[in-house]
Nanobody, 114 residues
Framework: QVQLEESGGGLVQPGGSLRLSCAAS?????MGWYRQAPGKQREWIAT???????NYGDFVKGRFAISRDNAKNTVYLQMNSLRAEDTAVYYC???????????WGKGTLVTVSS
């Protein structure tokens, strides 16, 4: 079982920035971020593999950036130009190859409000 611990959420004003972190208990091939706003389905934000290759959801449009530090088994999500509609619980996901498994963190709340 891979343990994931997110951090960095909180209250931020519109237009502000936050950096989320997710530390994994062991190295995993793929890591990513999802979010779930109240009353909505969980939404994919971005994923990054062990080589640093990243993919993003269409809504990101350059505002968010995913990165990882393999030495620390940690993935980051830098979020800029935050909007009220970015308010959600942000979840970290890790994909392990051997043995195969998908793991989720408990989430960290991001609230964008003035």
């Amino acid at each position: 079982q891979v343990q994931l611990e997110e951090s960095g959420g909180g209250l931020v004003q519109p237009g502000g920035s936050l950096r989320l972190s997710c530390a994994a208990s062991e190295f995993t091939f793929g890591m990513g971020w999802y979010r779930q706003a109240p009353g909505k389905q969980r939404e994919w934000i971005a994923t990054i593999d062990s080589s640093g290759y990243a993919n993003y959801g269409d809504f990101v449009k350059g505002r968010f950036a995913i990165s990882r530090d393999n030495a620390k088994n940690t993935v980051y999500l830098q979020m800029n130009s935050l909007r009220a509609e970015d308010t959600a619980v942000y979840y970290c996901k890790a994909t392990r190859k051997n043995p195969m498994g998908v793991f989720w963190g408990k989430g960290t709340l991001v609230t964008v409000s003035s």
